[in-house]
């Protein structure tokens, strides 16, 4: 069955660095564009990034550019986000999506999560 | 972008029917047919309910309906159940590959 994994949250100070990784299986993960999106704890979902079947075409989030990025690996079927200058409001849940084949649309399904808290 | 407007909550009866209201601006959901709708249970993943407005993903309950009017998308559920208590979370194309979320709504079933 089609399935999203993510890995690599944990605790990190202000102004540190985290990776999160996303295992994707059971569909053709070369084929489909893919989204982070997150939720802080007790609040509502934010989009936070996307990127194209290819990872030729990325957007972020206001909120997030400049310090975050987004890449594929397509031999992998994994999806990642380096963050960067993390403050305390990226403290959240973040989900890793499918989402379009030929562009953003809606996502379908999500992972369970991994917990990013940033706190000194 | 500003998120989209969303009731904080709404109620309803086991065997009634609510409708959760999603408000945007000309700029996501009156310019877009991509308006997708999210249902979360405590300590969840979301679940994708409806999208392109009004359909649903195979397995989905066909007490799930929705409809969009202008700047407004909602969406309706019919013959509540228990199962229903949740939140649930309006999503909208907003443009350059960007999406709007809105506030959530928290179901309560009486």
């Known amino acids: 069955q089609v399935q999203l994994v993510e890995s690599g949250g944990g605790l990190v100070k202000p102004g540190g660095s985290l990776r999160l990784s996303c295992a994707a299986s059971?569909?053709?993960?070369?084929?489909?564009?893919m989204s982070w999106i997150r939720q802080a704890p007790g609040k509502g979902l934010e989009w936070v990034s996307y990127?194209?079947?290819?990872?030729?075409?990325?957007y972020y989030a206001d909120s997030v550019k400049g310090r975050f990025t987004i890449s594929r690996d397509n031999a992998k079927n994994s999806l990642y986000l380096q963050m960067n200058s993390l403050r305390a409001e990226d403290t959240a849940v973040y989900y890793c999506?499918?989402?379009?084949?030929?562009?953003?649309?809606?996502?379908?399904?999500w992972g369970q999560g991994t917990l990013v808290t940033v706190s000194s | 972008q500003s998120a989209l407007t969303q009731p904080a909550s709404v109620s309803g009866s086991p065997g009634q029917s609510i409708t959760i209201s999603c408000t945007g601006t000309?700029?996501?959901?009156?310019?877009?047919?991509?308006v997708s709708w999210y249902q979360q249970h405590p300590g969840k993943a979301p679940k994708l309910m409806i999208y392109?407005?009004?359909k649903r993903p195979s397995g989905v309950s066909n007490r799930f309906s929705g409809s969009k009017s202008g700047n407004t998308a909602s969406l309706t559920i019919s013959g509540l159940q228990a199962e229903d208590e949740a939140d649930y979370y309006c999503?909208?194309?907003?443009?350059?590959?960007?999406?709007?979320f809105g506030g959530g709504t928290k179901l309560t079933v009486l």
């Open positions: 999506a499918r989402d379009g084949t030929r562009g953003p649309n809606w996502f379908d399904p």
């Open positions: 059971g569909f053709t993960f070369s084929d489909y564009y």
């Open positions: 990127i194209s079947s290819s990872g030729s075409t990325i």
């Open positions: 000309s700029s996501d959901v009156g310019s877009y047919n991509l």
């Open positions: 392109e407005g009004s």
């Open positions: 999503c909208s194309y907003a443009g350059s590959s960007t999406r709007v």
